[in-house]
């Protein structure tokens, strides 16, 4: 009797922004929706840009791999100074150029992507068709801005031509809803900021990564510390702050761009960098709690890994954290940068956070990736019915 026949996998592409050649938090996270979907679907991956060791990082994890060519000179930065670029700037000559094929009209769609009944476009500088774009993040304009507030380059620059970014960033969004079938935000914040620009989202799913290494390590000494992120969303001035006031932080990081006053942070903490997960484990699982000070966050990962150690969370009550963070359970929530480093100076000198490490841990579970997911492909499955 014959054997019957393998049912054929469902082909799925995942849009994703230009992948640089060092440390990329967007590649962690396209590896952990594989990893949750391989079983399920056949994945394609698609961008404007991947550097090489990335290419080859995914088709080794089985995925096929299209990079669209663009016109002359997208071509010729791809082959000469996009290697050179780190996450942050890469993003922002991707969006400018793809901005000016937008404004004349060259923008056409990839016939490659035809070949696959699902489209989840993941990114916010490349212009698919798609059936469901999950928006990670407030339009390009909006992160400029809030990063003047900490950037003094980038303050510099955006005040010359604030008007022309925001016209840009503008027509961007609007393309890109109008080439996608569904909106899905990563958090409420999202939904809500889209909503006031004239975009409706249909629906709320949650950015996640898949967290299963993240829980407490075993014999570590605690309360010696308090962790930080620094990247380009950081308040370095507020991180200073807290260290004059003697509280002794170690922070991480490797997406940090010119003009946040880097040199004078690593006066005031200890900067070690990115880490493996082994160490970044760690490292939360030490901290006495996890300071968050950000200037602008759609939904925020650390806050989640650090819950998943047991370790509370210090951070504002806004956007995206304050829909993960749980006031006086699972961390706290302040509304100002004075309210910030005073509750940071309390609870550094307090024998105990009062928090109930459980507790935190119960919260980082239910935010994992694969409850995410579900909700995800419930709505792509709608898309076609």
């Not at 996009?82 to 004349?104: H, P």
């Not at 030490?286 to 990962?301: L, V």
Request: net charge positive; charged share 25%; glycine share 6%.
């Amino acid at each position: 009797m014959p054997l019957p026949v393998e049912e054929k996998k469902v082909k799925i592409a995942l849009v994703v922004d230009p992948l640089p050649l060092g440390f990329s938090v967007q590649m962690n996270f396209l590896k952990s929706v594989v990893s949750s979907l391989k079983e399920r679907y056949e994945i394609s991956v698609y961008s404007n840009y991947f550097a090489p060791s990335k290419k080859n990082e995914l088709i080794e994890l089985g995925l096929k791999v299209y990079q669209k060519e663009g016109k002359f000179v997208a071509r010729l930065l791809k082959r000469t100074l996009f290697k050179y670029m780190n996450e942050s700037v890469l993003w922002s000559v991707n969006w400018f150029f793809d901005g000016l094929e937008i404004f004349k009209g060259r923008n056409s769609d990839d016939p490659v992507l035809d070949d696959c009944k699902y489209v989840i476009d993941l990114s916010s500088t490349v212009m698919p068709r798609s059936d469901i774009w999950w928006i990670q993040g407030p339009p390009f304009y909006e992160v400029l801005e809030a990063m003047t507030s900490s950037n003094k380059l980038i303050k510099i620059l955006f005040g010359m031509f604030r008007n022309k970014v925001k016209k840009v960033s503008m027509k961007i969004v609007i393309e890109k809803s109008r080439r996608s079938t569904k909106l899905v935000a990563v958090s409420r914040y999202i939904a809500s900021f889209y909503k006031s620009i004239g975009i409706n989202v249909d629906s709320i799913v949650h950015s996640s990564q898949n967290f299963e290494l993240f829980k407490p390590s075993p014999g570590t000494i605690f309360n010696k510390y308090v962790l930080t992120y620094v990247g380009k969303e950081t308040d370095f001035d507020l991180l200073i702050s807290m260290a004059k006031y003697g509280i002794n932080i170690i922070g991480f990081g490797s997406k940090i761009p010119p003009g946040m006053g880097f040199k004078s942070l690593v006066k005031h903490i200890k900067f070690v960098g990115s880490v493996g997960s082994e160490k970044l484990i760690s490292l939360y699982s030490g901290a006495k709690f996890f300071a968050f000070p950000f200037t602008n966050e759609p939904f925020g990962w650390t806050p989640i890994e650090s819950m998943l150690c047991g370790v509370p969370v210090l951070t504002y009550n806004k956007q995206g954290p304050s829909e993960t963070v749980i006031n006086g359970r699972t961390g706290w929530l302040v509304d100002t940068k004075e309210e910030f480093i005073s509750k940071a100076y309390e609870i550094w000198n307090s024998p105990d956070t009062g928090m109930n490490r459980e507790e935190c841990i119960e919260r980082g579970e239910n935010l994992k990736l694969k409850y995410q997911l579900d909700k995800l492909l419930g709505i792509l499955v709608s898309v076609s019915t």
